[in-house]
């Protein structure tokens, strides 16, 4: 933007304040800019109102679009009649129903205890470990640096080709003992524990710097082999889940079964009897509605507030003379109180289902209403769900496509701030010609001036001579 530059000589030989003179000047001339600013800013402010309402208008699509889905549709819940013993929960597939589990034993982790060290800094040996679980293996090599009982817990722990197993130490009155525990449950997972033979390629239960496994010296103090002599205690076998479900005899490796009942993932806590029972979850289609009305009321709350008329103040809002503003809210109640062609059965309309439009246009549910509908028939009430939210969500594509009114509008309110900006462009070039016509001008009469009091005030003297 041009602007008066303060320039100490302008008006030093007239004695003119040629200096404020020029500002004044300039100030007039600048009116047409602050007037284009003041244009951009009212465009720019309709713009990121408009922001607003498509934020609104996604966030309506998005419930809309959540409203009409078959996945979210088709929840369904389970609960336990005893959730110490199990607990229940559905995914796609879930479909009603009541399940006896009679749970016999959970699933465990094989776990194995070594005898008491005197400390956890207490040496072992060297060598080798080959450690087991299930049909996999993986080698741990115990050297000087770490043939401590921690040393070994902390190599075993940190050993890049650790198939699965977890190694800790636990103290007692007696002293530190080093605990292994496998990472997943199951028949399967039970753990092993070689020692190389000193100076040989074979694994056995005796070997490092033992001499044997008699010895009970060395790593062999850790050697542990199913059918075998052991110098590990076996604190938990290693056991799969076994249960009922209406009577019928499942095993888990697991206590959380994702595949025992289509749709339904169990999760055991302990042995004992439970019912468990699955239903068409009508909370969260409750959810989904509220939701959708919400993000409804949400949108005509901002379109309305945005183009209101304050009489009193006699002021409008940014949008107030909108057209476009006011328009996206009589597309969207037209979907709203048009039956989609798609709905059928025993419910036609919102209203059906406990949806209802008030005076000012907002959405109510009527909670009550809305559950007895799921329950009397829930195929006619997804009918209503999926034209209903359909017909929303397209509205929106409408308003919002690259040929959408919205879009058109925001799209020619960004061509004016463009436009505007050229304008103003052209305006500081034009100010900054005239302000340096105005200076030339002012400083021939500073000089003019200049020159006429010396002509004076050589007169004076020559007058006074006389």
Known sequence: MATTSTVSSLGVGSGLDLNSLLQKLMTVEQQPLELNKQRQAGVQAKISAYGSISSKLSTLQSAANALKSSLSQEAYAATSSDATIATATTSVGAATGSYAVHIANLAAAHTLNSK???????????????????????????GATNNTLAGIRDAINTASNNTGVNATIITDTLGSR??????????????SVAVQETGTADFTQAGGDAANLDNASGLSQLAYVTGAATNLTQAQSAAD??????????????NTLTTAISGVSLTLTKAGDTTIAVNRDQAALTKLVTNFTAAYNDLQSTVRNLTNYDA???????????????????????????VPATVT????????????????GSLAVDTTKLQTAISTDFTSVKSVFTGYGTAISSAIDGLTGTTGALTGRINGLNASIKLLGKQ??????????????????????????????????YLSQQLSRL
Do not use: C, H, W
């Open 424 to 457: 103003a462009d052209s305006i500081n070039l034009r100010l900054t010609a005239v302000e340096a016509r105005y200076r030339k001008q002012f400083t021939s009469l500073d000089t003019l001036v200049a020159q006429m009091q010396n002509v004076g005030t």
């Open 178 to 191: 080093l605990a292994l525990t496998s990472k997943n449950t199951g028949a399967a997972n039970t753990i």
């Open 345 to 360: 059965g025993t419910y036609d309309t919102l209203s059906d289902l406990g949806i209802s439009v008030a005076k000012d």
């Open 241 to 254: 889940a076994s249960l009922t479900i209406n009577g019928i005899p499942v095993s888990s490796a697991s």
């Open 312 to 338: 009193s103040a006699k002021k409008g809002n940014v949008l107030n003379g909108e057209g476009t503003a006011r328009a996206l809210l009589g597309t969207l109640s037209r979907a709203l109180n048009t």
């Open 116 to 142: 008491a060290f005197a400390a956890t800094s207490t040496v072992v040996g060297t060598g080798t470990l080959r450690i087991g679980v299930g049909a996999s293996t993986f080698d741990v090599s115990i």
